[in-house]
């Protein structure tokens, strides 16, 4: 199985700033990695996808990039609905893992 | 449009089976895969499993043995049965649907049900 290890596990900023959130995949996964942002009680909502590919609706301050097995989301200009969980997502092969997540508060 | 939405009891009694259900509507369960993922409280998304447009299933490993996902395509279901509960089965299982149709070796989620929480407690 791939194992998808993410980091930080929490992060605090401020509005305005710019953050990055890292995943590293256990083997090379090709670009098939997706971003999720997910806001507490709320389902979990696609951010990107094919590792930099924005899915429609995203602001465009939310950016992905990366190959083979590490993979970064940067987020320019917080704003205040960023503050929330954002998880990354192999989506090369069952079992199609997630990282542990990176909690993005307020500082 | 698109639109999933998970059923199913919210307390479920410790060594008993679970049983959900996915309604589905606005594509085709033949063109699109679905998937489940749960999330305990707290805590982080794990994918359970998924059936796929051809009807094919994939299962994570951990669950494979206690886990089955099947459909009714003609009433746009889907349906996960999972035995041998135990109090750490105790999350919001959240049915999915693949971003892309079944041409594509891919998978990512882009529309999700709003979730159901399940309990298992005696």
């Known amino acids: 199985d791939i194992q998808m290890t993410q980091s930080p596990a929490s992060l605090s900023a401020s509005l305005g700033e710019t953050v990055t959130i890292e995943c590293l995949a256990s083997e090379d996964i090709y670009d098939i990695l997706a971003w999720y942002q997910q806001k507490p009680g709320k389902s979990p909502q696609l951010l990107i996808y094919d590792a930099s590919s924005l899915h429609t609706g995203v602001p465009s301050r939310f950016s992905g990039s990366g190959s083979g097995t590490q993979y970064s989301l940067k987020i320019n200009s917080l704003q205040p609905e960023d503050f929330a969980s954002y998880y990354c997502q192999n989506g090369l092969s069952a079992p199609l893992t997630f990282g542990s997540g990176t909690k993005l508060e307020i500082k | 449009q698109v639109q999933l939405k998970e059923s199913g009891p919210g307390l479920v009694q410790p060594s008993q089976t679970l049983s959900l259900t996915c309604t589905v509507s606005?594509?085709?369960?033949?063109?699109?895969?679905v998937h489940w993922v749960r999330q305990p409280p707290g805590k982080g998304l794990e994918w359970m499993g998924g059936?796929?447009?051809?009807?094919?299933?994939n299962y994570n490993s951990a669950l494979k043995s206690r886990l089955s996902i099947c459909r009714d395509t003609s009433k746009s279901l889907v349906f996960l049965k999972m035995n041998s509960l135990q109090t750490e089965d105790t999350a919001i299982y959240y049915c999915?649907?693949?971003?892309?149709?079944?041409?594509?070796?891919?998978?990512?989620?882009?529309?999700w049900g709003q979730g159901v929480m399940v309990t298992v407690s005696s």
């Open positions: 059936i796929w447009g051809n009807g094919n299933t």
């Open positions: 999915t649907r693949d971003l892309r149709g079944i041409m594509y070796t891919s998978h990512y989620f882009d529309y």
């Open positions: 606005g594509f085709s369960l033949t063109d699109y895969s």
